[in-house]
C-alpha cells in the first residue's frame, strides 16, 4: 500500500506547505481561478490516427461496399457514430510509417482498376500472413470519412520515398477549385468537385527512423525542399518531423539539429513529437498485470509533461517568439506483442481501466499545456495500440480510454482554467523500485460560465476527497460529475463484453463558493459545473 507525502500544486512543489493531511478540508484541495482564464484549449489536442496497418484501415474502418456490416459507402456505420459522438476534431492518415512508402495516386480512380502494392507492415506480418495494400481506400474515401465524422484532414506526405512533385501534386490534386488545373480536374472526374480543402499537411512521419532513417540536419534541408514551392489553394499548416519523444535521452539532440538546420528560413507551423509510454521491451502485458506494473506504466506516461517542457525550451532557444507550435501526433501506450485480437491484426491490445486513467493524465497534461500544443493524435484509434475501439467482422467495441475522451469533451474549445492542487504525493513501487507519483492529476477549462475540471487518481487503493475552492466572488450554482472506474484495476471491455468498463454518475456538493466530491481509488472523474452570474 502506498502512502502519501509532500503537498504538490499541480505543477510542482509549493514553498511552505509541509505534508500531513490534516492541514487541509480534504485530502486534496484545489483552487480555482474561473475569473482569470488561460489560453484555449484547442478541440485538436482530442485529435485521432488512422493508418494501413493491421486491421485498423481493413475491417477497422473499412468494411467495403458490398458488406453485411452495416456501412456508408463502404465505411463502418458504428465507428462513423461514435466518432461523431466524442466530436473528433481531426483524423491523421495515411501513416505512420506506411505514410513515407505510400504513393497517393495508387488510391484513386476506379476500385477494380487499383493496384494491388507492398505495405511496411508486411515486415511484422505472422509469417504466412499477407499485408498487400489494395488501395480501396485512398484519398477519396478518407475525405468521405472525414466529412462523415465533421473531422479535419491530416494528410502525411511522402518524404521517404517520394518527391516535392509527388507531394504537390497531391496538395493540388486536394485542394485546387476544379476548372483550373489539371489535377483539380481529374479529382472532379473522381467523385469530388469541390475541394477538400486540406489544411494540415505532415511533411514526412519518423524520418530518424522508418520515414528515410535521416539526420536532423538531412530532414531540414528535405523539409526546405518539400515546402519552398507548396501550391497555397488554402492557408497550410505545415507539421515537420519532430524527435522521439519516448528515447531515454528525450532525444533532444533531433530538435536543436532540425532547428539548426532551418536557420534564417521560415519555420513549420507544426513540429510533431511522437510519445508512446513504450513497454515492448518489458515483460508488462496488457490484459494481465500486478500494481507495479499499473504505477510503471503511469510513471511512464506522466514523463510526458517533461518531454513536452522541454522540446519547448529548445524550440524558444531558435525562435523567441514561438512561431512553432507542438504536434502530439502519435501518443499512447504500447505493450509489448502477444495479446492481438487477431493474428494479421498487428499492434492490436487489450484496453484496460490502467490505459483509461493514463488516458486522463495524458489530457490534463495537454489541457495544462494548451498554449504550447496546436494539436495531438492518439495512436491508433482503433484496432491498434492505444484504441478507442476493437472490431472484428461484425463485432465491435468501445474500449475504456473511448470513454475518457467522451467525459473530456467539454475541455474541448474552452479556456483553461488555473487550478492550483494542494495533494500529497503518492509513493509508490514501480519495475525499478520506490517512486513518486502525483497524488491526483487534474486540469480545468471553462466555457459559457460552464466549469469542467477533470481529476485523475492513479492510487490503487485511497479514495481522495477533493474540495475544489472557486477563487474570487464566483459561484457554483448547480454541478454534475460522472465517473470512470471498476472494482477491478485489469477490468476492459472486449468484443464479447463491451460494456464492462462503463461511466457512471458521481456526486457532488457545491456548498458556498466551492465544489466537494470524492474520487475513488483507480479512476478518472469529470465535473461540470455552472458558475452563476455576478
Ligand atoms: O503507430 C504505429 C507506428 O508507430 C507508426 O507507424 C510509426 O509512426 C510509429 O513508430
Known amino acids: ?3 502519501r507525502t509532500f503537498l504538490k500544486t499541480a505543477a510542482g512543489a509549493v514553498a511552505g506547505l509541509t505534508g500531513s493531511r490534516h492541514a487541509l478540508a480534504a485530502d486534496a484541495e484545489i483552487e480555482l481561478s474561473p475569473g482569470n482564464p488561460g489560453s484555449v484549449i484547442s478541440p485538436h ?22 458488406s453485411k456490416i452495416p456501412n456508408i459507402d463502404g465505411i463502418r456505420t458504428q465507428f462513423v457514430e461514435d466518432m461523431k459522438r466524442i466530436g473528433a476534431p481531426n483524423l491523421r492518415w495515411p501513416g505512420g510509417c506506411f505514410a513515407d512508402g505510400y504513393h497517393w495516386r495508387d488510391g484513386i480512380g476506379g476500385a477494380a482498376g487499383r493496384p494491388r502494392t507492398y505495405n511496411y507492415w508486411q515486415r ?11 488501395n480501396q481506400f485512398g484519398i477519396h474515401e478518407f475525405m ?7 473531422a479535419q484532414p491530416y494528410v502525411a506526405a511522402n518524404v521517404g520515398s517520394g518527391t516535392p512533385k509527388e507531394f504537390h501534386d497531391l496538395v493540388s490534386y486536394c485542394n485546387a477549385p476544379a476548372g483550373t488545373v489539371t489535377l483539380a480536374d481529374e479529382r472532379a472526374a473522381n467523385g469530388d468537385r469541390a475541394p477538400f480543402g486540406v489544411q494540415f499537411w505532415g511533411v514526412g512521419n519518423e524520418s530518424w527512423g522508418c520515414g528515410g532513417t535521416m539526420r536532423p540536419g538531412e530532414y531540414a534541408t528535405q523539409y526546405r525542399q518539400f515546402v519552398t514551392q507548396f501550391p497555397a489553394y488554402a492557408t497550410p499548416f505545415l507539421v515537420a518531423t519532430g524527435p522521439r519523444g519516448h528515447s531515454a535521452d528525450g532525444d533532444i539532440g533531433w530538435t536543436t539539429g532540425f532547428f539548426e538546420g532551418m536557420r534564417g528560413t521560415r519555420p513549420p507551423d507544426g513540429f510533431s513529437v511522437h510519445y508512446y509510454t513504450d513497454l515492448r521491451q518489458t515483460k508488462i502485458k496488457a490484459g494481465d498485470f500486478n500494481a507495479a506494473e499499473w504505477y510503471e506504466v503511469l510513471l511512464r506516461g506522466a514523463r510526458l509533461e517533461k518531454v513536452i517542457g522541454d522540446h519547448w525550451n529548445e524550440m524558444g532557444k531558435f525562435d523567441q517568439q514561438h512561431r512553432t507550435r507542438l504536434v502530439i501526433d502519435e501518443w499512447g501506450v504500447w505493450y509489448p506483442p502477444g495479446e492481438e485480437i487477431a493474428p494479421g491484426y498487428i499492434l492490436s491490445q487489450p484496453i484496460t481501466l ?3 486513467v493514463h488516458t486522463g493524465m495524458a489530457f490534463d497534461i495537454f489541457n495544462r499545456h494548451a498554449d504550447k500544443i496546436a494539436m495531438a493524435n492518439v495512436a491508433q ?37 488555473p487550478a492550483i492542487m494542494k495533494i500529497p504525493d503518492l509513493n509508490v513501487t514501480g519495475l525499478a523500485g520506490a517512486a513518486r507519483l502525483s497524488g491526483l492529476s487534474s486540469s480545468a477549462s471553462i466555457r459559457d460560465r460552464r466549469l469542467t475540471l477533470t481529476v485523475t487518481n492513479p492510487s490503487l487503493s485511497d479514495t481522495v476527497a477533493v474540495r475544489a475552492r472557486l477563487a474570487g466572488q464566483a459561484r457554483a450554482s448547480e454541478a454534475r460529475a460522472t465517473v470512470l472506474t471498476h472494482a477491478d484495476m485489469r477490468a476492459t471491455n472486449t468484443l464479447a463484453r463491451p460494456d464492462e468498463v462503463k461511466p457512471a454518475a458521481l456526486a457532488v456538493r457545491v456548498p458556498a463558493g466551492a465544489i466537494e466530491f470524492s474520487v475513488p481509488r483507480q479512476s478518472v472523474v469529470a465535473v461540470e459545473v455552472q458558475i452563476a452570474p455576478g
Open 381 to 417: 484509434t482503433i484496432n491498434c495500440i492505444h484504441s478507442l475501439f476493437l472490431a472484428l467482422g461484425d463485432k465491435f467495441c468501445r474500449t475504456p480510454a473511448y470513454h475518457i475522451f467522451d467525459m473530456y469533451r467539454p475541455h474541448m474549445g474552452a479556456q483553461q482554467v
Open 124 to 134: 511484422q506480418m505472422p509469417r504466412g500472413l499477407d499485408a498487400t495494400e489494395t
Open 354 to 356: 490502467r490505459d483509461a
Open 1 to 3: 500500500m502506498q502512502r
Open 45 to 66: 489536442l482530442y485529435g485521432h490516427f488512422i493508418e494501413h496497418l493491421g486491421g485498423v484501415i481493413y475491417d477497422g474502418i473499412w468494411v467495403g461496399r458490398g
Open 144 to 150: 468521405r470519412l472525414c466529412r462523415l465524422v465533421g
